[in-house]
C-alpha cells in the first residue's frame, strides 16, 4: 500500500493488497472471527474504491487503510497468544474511519456480528416442514393476530394485545425449527413482546412497524404457502428483531435463551471504560509499528505466514 502511494498510484500493487485481504478475511471467516472478518472486508472495499480512482482524495482514504493494516494482524495475534475474546465493539472506530474516508455512512457494532449470522442462515437449507399444517394454522391464528394487533395499535388493552400476539408466534416457532430465518423471526418476535410486557424492552414506532411486517409474512403464509412467506421476509428484519432482544437487560427465561441461541450477549457497546484485555487488543505492539506498515501487504511471505498461524 506504501508503495501504492509512493509510486503514483501504481494500481498493480494495489490490486496486489486487495488479493492479499481477500485471503486474509476468507480465513477469519471460517473461524469465526466476526470483528477481524468485517474489517478485513472494509479494508478490501477501501482499496477497491482508490483502485477504482473514484475518490477525490485518495491519500484521506489511504490513512484509514495503513492504520487498519497495523492493527489488524497485531489483533489476531493477540486473540491467539492471549486467548482473549474477538471483540467486534474494539474495532468499530476502525471501521467507521474506512467507512467515513470513502463516504458511506458509519455502522452500529451489532452490524458487526448480526450481518453474518443472518446470512449464514439465510443460506441454510429448509428442512422438516410440514407445509400444509403450518399454511392451516397460519390460516386459523390470524384473525386472532388481528385483534391483538388492533389492541396493541389503538392502545386500547395493550398488554392483552401484546401478549395474544406472543402466544401466536409462540404458536408457531414449533413448526418453522426447519426454516432457520423464519424460525428466528417468530422466536424473536415472541421474545420482543415478553420484553414489552416486562419492560427490558420499550414500545417504539420502529417495533410496530416490526411486528407490522411479521404480519405481513403471517399473511402471506397463510394465503399462498411457505415460499411466498420466505419470499417477504428480509434478513434485515431478523437482524432488527435480534437487535431489540440483545439489548433488553432481564433474566427472563424466553429472552435469555434467544440470546443464547444466537450468541448475543457481547455484540453491544456499553458505557464501562475498556478493560485491561481490551487495552491490550487494541495497542499496537512496537514490532507492528515498525515493520507491519511498510511490508504487511506488499510481503507476500509475511502474509503468508499470517495465514498459516491462523
Same mark, same amino acid.
Given at each position: !500500500?506504501? /508503495?501504492?502511494?509512493?509510486? #503514483?498510484?501504481?494500481?498493480?500493487?494495489?490490486?496486489?493488497?486487495?488479493?492479499?485481504?481477500?485471503?486474509?478475511?476468507?480465513?477469519?471467516?471460517?473461524?469465526?472471527?466476526?470483528?477481524?472478518?468485517?474489517?478485513?472486508?472494509?479494508?478490501?472495499? +477501501?482499496?477497491?474504491?482508490?483502485? +477504482?480512482?473514484?475518490?477525490?482524495?485518495?491519500?484521506?482514504?489511504?490513512?484509514?487503510?495503513?492504520?487498519?493494516?497495523?492493527?489488524?494482524?497485531?489483533?489476531?495475534? #493477540?486473540?491467539?497468544?492471549?486467548?482473549?475474546?474477538?471483540?467486534?465493539?474494539?474495532?468499530?472506530?476502525?471501521?467507521?474511519?474506512?467507512?467515513? +474516508?470513502?463516504? *458511506?455512512?458509519?455502522?452500529?457494532?451489532?452490524?458487526?456480528?448480526?450481518?453474518?449470522?443472518?446470512? /449464514?442462515?439465510?443460506?441454510?437449507?429448509?428442512?422438516?416442514?410440514?407445509?400444509?399444517?403450518?399454511?392451516?394454522?397460519?390460516?386459523?391464528?390470524?384473525?386472532?393476530?388481528?385483534?391483538? !394487533?388492533?389492541?396493541?395499535?389503538?392502545?386500547?388493552?395493550?398488554?392483552?394485545?401484546?401478549?395474544?400476539?406472543?402466544?401466536?408466534?409462540?404458536?408457531?416457532?414449533?413448526?418453522?425449527?426447519?426454516?432457520?430465518?423464519?424460525?428466528?423471526?417468530?422466536?424473536?418476535?415472541?421474545?420482543?413482546?415478553?420484553?414489552?410486557?416486562?419492560?427490558? $424492552?420499550?414500545?417504539?414506532?420502529?417495533?410496530?412497524?416490526?411486528?407490522?411486517?411479521? *404480519?405481513?409474512?403471517?399473511?402471506?403464509?397463510?394465503?399462498?404457502?411457505?415460499?411466498?412467506?420466505?419470499?417477504?421476509?428480509?434478513?434485515?428484519?431478523?437482524?432488527?428483531?435480534?437487535?431489540?432482544?440483545?439489548?433488553?437487560?432481564? *433474566?427472563? @427465561?424466553?429472552?435469555?435463551?434467544?440470546?443464547?441461541?444466537?450468541?448475543?450477549?457481547? $455484540?453491544?457497546?456499553?458505557?464501562?471504560?475498556?478493560?485491561?484485555?481490551?487495552?491490550?487488543?487494541?495497542?499496537?505492539?512496537?514490532?507492528?509499528?515498525?515493520?507491519?506498515?511498510?511490508?504487511?501487504?506488499?510481503? @507476500?511471505?509475511?502474509?503468508?505466514?499470517?495465514?498459516?498461524?491462523?
Amino acid at each position: !500500500l506504501e /508503495n501504492y502511494m509512493e509510486d #503514483k498510484y501504481d494500481s498493480n500493487a494495489l490490486a496486489l493488497a486487495m488479493s492479499h485481504l481477500s485471503q486474509v478475511r476468507g480465513v477469519l471467516q471460517m473461524l469465526h472471527l466476526f470483528g477481524a472478518a468485517y474489517l478485513a472486508k472494509e479494508m478490501q472495499l +477501501s482499496a477497491s474504491a482508490l483502485l +477504482s480512482a473514484d475518490l477525490e482524495n485518495p491519500q484521506e482514504a489511504a490513512d484509514p487503510l495503513l492504520d487498519a493494516l497495523i492493527l489488524l494482524p497485531d489483533y489476531i495475534e #493477540k486473540l491467539e497468544t492471549s486467548e482473549a475474546e474477538d471483540l467486534p465493539i474494539l474495532l468499530l472506530k476502525n471501521i467507521n474511519n474506512l467507512r467515513h +474516508s470513502r463516504g *458511506d455512512a458509519p455502522i452500529e457494532e451489532a452490524d458487526l456480528v448480526l450481518a453474518d449470522l443472518v446470512q /449464514n442462515m439465510v443460506a441454510q437449507r429448509i428442512t422438516d416442514i410440514d407445509t400444509h399444517k403450518l399454511q392451516a394454522l397460519a390460516r386459523q391464528i390470524r384473525p386472532k393476530l388481528q385483534k391483538g !394487533l388492533l389492541k396493541w395499535i389503538s392502545g386500547s388493552d395493550t398488554p392483552n394485545g401484546v401478549q395474544i400476539l406472543g402466544e401466536i408466534f409462540g404458536d408457531l416457532v414449533p413448526y418453522v425449527k426447519g426454516v432457520p430465518l423464519l424460525h428466528g423471526v417468530f422466536k424473536g418476535a415472541q421474545a420482543i413482546t415478553v420484553g414489552i410486557l416486562d419492560g427490558s $424492552i420499550q414500545e417504539e414506532p420502529q417495533i410496530k412497524v416490526l411486528i407490522g411486517r411479521i *404480519d405481513k409474512t403471517i399473511k402471506e403464509l397463510s394465503e399462498h404457502g411457505l415460499q411466498a412467506a420466505i419470499k417477504v421476509v428480509l434478513p434485515e428484519h431478523l437482524q432488527d428483531i435480534l437487535r431489540l432482544v440483545a439489548k433488553a437487560q432481564t *433474566d427472563n @427465561q424466553l429472552i435469555t435463551e434467544v440470546k443464547t441461541d444466537y450468541g448475543l450477549d457481547n $455484540i453491544f457497546s456499553n458505557d464501562a471504560k475498556p478493560d485491561d484485555d481490551e487495552r491490550f487488543l487494541l495497542t499496537p505492539n512496537a514490532n507492528a509499528i515498525s515493520g507491519v506498515r511498510a511490508a504487511a501487504i506488499m510481503d @507476500q511471505q509475511l502474509l503468508g505466514d499470517f495465514l498459516n498461524l491462523h
